[in-house]
């Protein structure tokens, strides 16, 4: 499967964004798809999870309540709406798909296949 991340730009701290994953592929809607950031100088990071069906969700603590995360397997794309965005969300954000069991869903090592990265940077 391969994967395109797109919606990043640059919003002020507060605001909202969408993010999209799109796939190519007959077998997207057989992967869990997940949402990871690097900010500079640090390592990628869990965002939020989606399983195959749509059914489960998941997300890192620091983006609970802010962030939702939902796939279209019709349109083979996965969504990252990002709301009431923090400075401290400013990274790029990658997506990527696998079949991670519940212990590796948060992990990179879950995930076999990786989109290029879209920026998304929130000024203060």
């Known amino acids: 499967v391969q994967l395109q991340a797109s919606g990043g730009g640059l919003v002020q701290a507060g605001d909202s964004l969408r993010l999209s994953c799109a796939a190519s592929?007959?077998?997207?809607?057989?992967?869990?798809i997940a949402w990871f950031r690097q900010a500079p100088g640090l390592e990628r990071k869990f965002v939020a999870a989606?399983?195959?069906?749509?059914?489960?969700?998941y997300y890192a603590d620091s983006v609970k309540g802010r962030f939702t995360i939902s796939r279209d397997n019709i349109q083979n794309t996965v969504y990252l709406q990002m709301n009431s965005l923090k400075p401290e969300d400013t990274a790029v954000y990658y997506c990527?798909?696998?079949?991670?069991?519940?212990?590796?869903?948060?992990?990179?090592?879950?995930?076999?296949?990786w989109g290029q990265g879209t920026q998304v940077t929130v000024s203060s």
């Open positions: 990527g798909a696998g079949t991670p069991v519940l212990t590796s869903l948060r992990v990179l090592q879950g995930y076999n296949y």
């Open positions: 592929g007959r077998t997207f809607s057989t992967y869990t």
């Open positions: 989606v399983r195959r069906s749509g059914g489960s969700t």
